[in-house]
């Protein structure tokens, strides 16, 4: 087989693993919205479908450079993916995880907010923004431009910063829980947890919330670090009657 077709197949694969991982979180989220917030999806039936194609469509730029790395790694030793545990020590696990987690957040913060650009808004943001109120559905609905720039971010810091295969895997299992809870339309959260000192520093879907109602703030994925140091951070937003924090 040629290297151009086990990097295709390779793609095609991870594409298909990222469009199953979103179906099945968001769909896995939006049922228990159906069981605990009856009515909240009511009537945004056009609204959720378009939310699935545009993510499906995201599923497959994702899953483009996730294959080509990943068929790298396994065939010429790309990245600083290790397998062995014993190649770093035990404390290097949570704290790669968190290293992934600031560089994502980072990157996350400046894009979202240039995407918020008059320009780029229109060219692709708004597609994500046309989700009025956002739902379970709604975490991987970006226009195909903007998909891009979070594709990118994982597969680059492979070749950075050492990780092994099983934080990897956490880093993204985060990174799927959080882009879906995020867009519920109501917080899952404890609310000791929300409104308490880590709330301060964690986002959760109260804080995004505020996003999605306003526009011009709360720009950040994982942590509130970069709207408090850029004078963003609004506070938390208010959910309907169906939904609350």
């Not at 450079?65 to 396994?74: E, L, R, S, T, Y």
């Not at 010429?76 to 545990?85: E, F, K, L, Q, V």
């Amino acid at each position: 087989m040629s290297v151009p077709t086990a990097m295709l197949l390779s793609a095609l694969a991870m594409t298909m693993i990222v469009a199953i991982r979103y179906v099945l979180a968001s769909g896995g989220f939006a049922l228990v919205t159906r069981l605990r917030h009856r009515g909240l999806y009511v009537g945004l039936g056009a609204q959720i479908r378009r939310e699935i194609g545009w993510s499906l469509a995201s599923a497959a730029i994702y899953g483009l450079p996730a294959g080509i790395i990943a068929w790298g790694w396994q065939n010429r030793g790309w990245t600083r993916i290790t397998m062995d545990i014993g190649d770093w020590p035990l404390w290097y696990w949570p704290l790669s995880i968190l290293l992934y987690l600031l560089a994502h957040d980072t990157w996350f913060y400046w894009t979202h907010r240039a995407m918020h650009g008059q320009r780029l808004f229109h060219i692709a943001h708004a597609v994500h923004h046309a989700s009025r109120p956002p739902t379970a559905w709604a975490a991987m609905s970006f226009h195909p431009w903007e998909a891009v720039t979070g594709a990118v971010v994982i597969p680059a810091l492979v070749f950075i910063i050492p990780i092994h295969v099983g934080a990897l895997g956490a880093v993204l299992a985060i990174m799927t829980i959080m882009g879906v809870a995020n867009h519920m339309g109501w917080e899952i959260f404890p609310r000791a947890l929300v409104h308490g000192p880590a709330g301060n520093f964690l986002i959760t879907a109260s804080h995004h919330q505020r996003h999605h109602q306003q526009y011009s703030c709360n720009f950040g994925l994982y942590f509130r670090f970069w709207d408090h140091v850029c004078g963003t951070d609004r506070g938390l937003g208010r959910f309907g009657t169906e939904g609350r924090a």
